[in-house]
Nanobody, 113 residues
Framework: QVQLVESGGGLVQPGGSLRLSCAAS????????MAWYRQAPGKPRDVVAS???????NYADSVKGRFTISRDSAKNTVYLQMNSLRPEDTAVYYC???????WGQGTQVTVSS
């Protein structure tokens, strides 16, 4: 079984940056894909970015060129570097691992002046 713990959320002004972290523990050797999702109030949970075991990355169109997903295998941690943040990026951000569809507890990101 995999456990995921997110950190790094907070309040930031428009145009600012944040880096989210997702630390994985447990049976991590079977993880094939790690992804970040976000959910704004009243909206569905949508994928933001993903990274495969081989390092292949994918991004939602709304964050391409602004967000970067990466990983540190030695630390069993996946990161989401978020630059040029906009108010519409405000949401709870969740880490997910596949297979198994494991979720972290989420971390709030608020972009506001």
């Amino acid at each position: 079984q995999v456990q995921l713990v997110e950190s790094g959320g907070g309040l930031v002004q428009p145009g600012g940056s944040l880096r989210l972290s997702c630390a994985a523990s447990g049976s991590i050797s079977g993880i094939s894909i790690m992804a970040w999702y976000r959910q704004a109030p009243g909206k569905p949970r949508d994928v933001v970015a993903s990274i495969t075991r081989r390092g292949t990355t994918n991004y939602a169109d709304s964050v391409k060129g602004r967000f970067t997903i990466s990983r540190d295998s030695a630390k069993n941690t996946v990161y989401l570097q978020m630059n040029s943040l906009r108010p519409e990026d405000t949401a709870v951000y969740y880490c997910n691992s596949q297979p198994g569809n494991t979720w972290g507890q989420g971390t709030q990101v608020t972009v506001s002046s």
